[in-house]
């Protein structure tokens, strides 16, 4: 059956969604954990329906979970030696922290956005595409499960589940890679941080995602001769000059040419020096942003 037009406009719009992991995954994830088995094994170990577990072990297989490796006439299924996958394995056999609760649906976006560095509810709500009452009503949950804190009006992952942080770090670079090569076939990865991602393409390819860095400030009269072209994901996302400033600093933060190239946008176009402050901090470069803030 062919997926609908407003389904094809929704993953366009939350490409990120196709990765969110259901409950029937990750329990076929904990039933693969300790070995290679056949799909019947991991069926009973699921407690879900062959053609049910057909399709999910399909599914995971695509997401970089399982590999899938046929003995004879019988299809052998295991964890792959991805990053994110062995970083489950691990999380699985700690008991750090339930993933049947904590990795489902909602929950993943939530602690996704907010692995690296504290977000307000709103910030949560625009990289995750939900509403704010709804992260209200998740975040409640997973704070109430020791996985989040709050502090100062903003959300955090706790820092005392290491292995947690390990998974998901692994998961949101293969999630950041995946949607980076969807954009082009000669797409690299940048620069990451949870959800977000600056992507590198050859001068020349248009992906369809908005200009970043070097590249958008050819709008802004600022001509820089390069190889390349920047991308920012989520696709969704609004950026304003402090963005653009900001991510030029972001490909090399120890470079004082992009540095140069980042003051002269905020001279020509203006900013606003508490957004650049707060921005800085959000991107982990608060020391930049307030130099060149003034």
């Known amino acids: 059956m062919k997926p609908s037009m407003k389904n094809m406009e929704g993953a366009k719009a939350n490409p ?8 029937g995954e990750i329990r076929v994830l904990l039933a693969a954990a300790d070995g290679k088995k056949d799909a019947r094994s991991i069926s009973e170990g699921a407690h879900l329906s062959a053609p049910r577990t057909y399709a999910i072990v399909g599914g995971l297989a695509e997401k970089g979970f399982l590999a899938l490796e046929r003995e004879g006439r019988t299809m052998k299924i295991s964890l792959s030696d991805s990053r994110h996958s062995r970083s489950f394995q691990m999380l699985a056999a700690s008991r750090e922290a339930n993933p049947e609760i904590i990795l489902r649906d909602s929950n993943l976006m939530i ?49 005392s589940l290491p292995l947690l942080a390990k998974f998901l770090e692994g998961y949101a670079d293969f999630i950041n890679r995946r ?79 992009y540095v140069s190239y980042a003051l002269l946008l905020l001279k020509k176009e203006g900013f606003d020096r508490k957004r650049l402050l707060e921005k800085g901090e959000d991107y982990g470069i608060r020391g930049a942003a307030t130099a060149m803030a003034g």
């Not at 990120?16 to 409950?23: D, K, M, P, Q, W």
């Open 179 to 257: 949607i980076a090569l969807a954009l082009s076939n000669n797409a690299v990865v940048a620069w990451e941080r949870g959800l977000e991602a600056i992507v590198r393409v050859p001068i020349g390819e248009k992906p369809d995602a908005p200009e970043t860095a070097l590249t958008a400030m050819a709008r802004h009269g600022i001509d820089i001769v390069t190889d390349y072209g920047y991308y920012y994901v989520p696709i969704t996302k609004k950026l304003d000059n402090e963005d653009v400033a900001l991510h030029t600093v972001l490909l090399d933060p120890n470079s004082t040419r």
């Open 111 to 159: 602690l996704l956005s907010a692995m690296f560095t504290p977000k307000t509810r709103k910030n949560i709500a625009e990289d995750a595409h939900l509403s704010e009452e709804s992260v209200r009503k998740y975040a409640r949950r997973l704070m109430a499960a020791g996985i989040m804190y709050e502090k100062n009006g903003k959300m955090a992952l706790s820092p």
């Open 16 to 23: 990120i969604s196709r990765y969110l992991l259901g409950a």
